[in-house]
């Protein structure tokens, strides 16, 4: 089955600190990742998504994933964290030509200042 | 261009009541799919719809249905509302169903049934 595992529901990081919010998957078919933000009582926006084309994926506000096929992995950072950064993370996954977007759990990012 | 439209945003209904939740793609966007989003359950799938045809269908109660227009435009309906069914329902749409294509999300509808 397919399905996508983001451990943890909370990571808090200082202003100016490295983000790593960590997204892994199960597929028996090559994936299509996503990164989506969602800010308080807002939709969900795309950050950026993996297609095959280049394993090292950049994406929007400063963040980039890497998509580690060995490691089952798209790993989601940010150089330097803002305050503007804080939300909620969801990594996401379609595998197969009929396939749904399978989600998963969502972290949640604050920053301290 | 406009981004995808839902309607109403927030409502407010009663239990047992029925509820018809609005959905306008992106312009030139013939697939939209719907997600319920809670606390507890996360995001959870709810049909995809691509040419006024349902490709895929979520694991929920017959309760939950949805159409599609031939304009692309869908709605989705939740009749004999339950308590539990209080959630933000998102709609999001994309070119086709390919599972390459970027899906694009909306702002969502508030549902609560009180």
């Known amino acids: 089955a397919q399905s996508v595992t983001q451990l943890g529901s909370h990571v808090s990081v200082s202003e100016g600190a490295l983000v790593l919010l960590r997204c892994n998957y199960s597929s028996s078919v090559p994936p299509y990742l996503f990164w989506y933000v969602q800010y308080p009582n807002q939709g969900l926006q795309l950050l950026l998504k993996?297609?095959?084309?280049?394993?090292l994926v950049k994406g929007i506000n400063g963040f980039e994933a890497e998509f580690k096929k060995s490691e089952t992995s798209f790993h989601l950072t940010k150089p330097s964290a803002h305050m503007s950064d804080a939300a909620e993370y969801f990594c996401?996954?379609?595998?197969?030509?009929?396939?749904?977007?399978?989600f998963g759990k969502g972290i949640t990012l604050s920053v301290r200042p | 261009k406009a981004g995808v439209t839902q309607t109403p945003r927030y409502l407010i209904k009663t239990r047992g009541q029925q509820v018809t939740l609005s959905c306008s793609p992106i312009?030139?966007?013939?697939?939209v799919s719907w997600y319920q989003q809670t606390p507890g359950q996360g995001l959870q799938f709810l049909f995809e719809?691509?040419?006024?045809?349902?490709?895929n269908k979520g694991n929920f109660p017959g309760r939950f249905s949805g159409r599609q227009f031939s304009n692309s435009r869908s709605e989705m309906n939740v009749s004999t509302l339950e308590l539990g069914d209080s959630a933000l329902y998102l709609c999001?749409?994309?070119?086709?169903?390919?599972?390459?294509?970027?899906?694009?999300f909306g702002e969502g509808s508030w549902l609560t049934v009180v």
């Open positions: 312009s030139g966007h013939r697939s």
């Open positions: 719809y691509f040419s006024e045809t349902q490709r």
């Open positions: 999001a749409s994309s070119l086709d169903p390919g599972p390459g294509n970027t899906i694009y």
């Open positions: 996401a996954m379609k595998a197969g030509a009929n396939s749904k977007l399978t």
């Open positions: 993996y297609t095959s084309a280049a394993t």
